[in-house]
């Protein structure tokens, strides 16, 4: 079993930064892939950027690359996301989602919705007001 803990959601200004943190326990074989996703309002959830642990191989979605970093510490077990410019439309759920996949089903096109992740966080708000 795997559990996540994310933190670190709020509101800010269009401009302004976030870092989200999730922290994992549990078995590691099951989370060699992790990722951040979001889903706004009315919206399907997406991936945002996801993380292959075994090279530390990081995507991006379009939307987001150059403003937002992924982080890691395999000493704490943290998985952060430093997101920085941020923008109304930013404004979403944030969830962190991992599981053992192939290394090419570790990808933020691949993973997509996160459907093939098994392991969810309770999710943390992010809320960016222009």
């Known amino acids: 079993q795997v559990q996540l803990v994310e933190s670190g959601g709020g509101s800010v200004q269009a401009g302004g930064s976030l870092r989200l943190s999730c922290v994992a326990s549990?078995?590691?074989?099951?989370?060699?892939?992790m990722g951040w996703f979001r889903q706004a309002p009315g919206k399907e959830r997406e991936a945002v950027a996801v993380f292959w642990a075994a090279d530390g191989r990081t995507t991006y979605a379009d939307s987001v690359k150059g403003r937002f970093t992924i982080s890691q510490d395999n000493r704490k077990n943290t998985f952060d996301l430093s997101m920085n410019s941020l923008k109304p439309e930013d404004t979403a759920m944030y969830y962190c989602?991992?599981?053992?996949?192939?290394?090419?089903?570790?990808?933020?096109?691949?993973?997509?919705?996160?459907?093939?992740?098994?392991?969810w966080g309770q999710g943390t708000q992010v809320t960016v007001s222009s």
């Open positions: 989602a991992a599981d053992r996949l192939w290394r090419d089903a570790c990808t933020v096109v691949t993973a997509t919705t996160g459907a093939n992740f098994g392991y």
């Open positions: 549990g078995d590691s074989y099951r989370r060699n892939c």
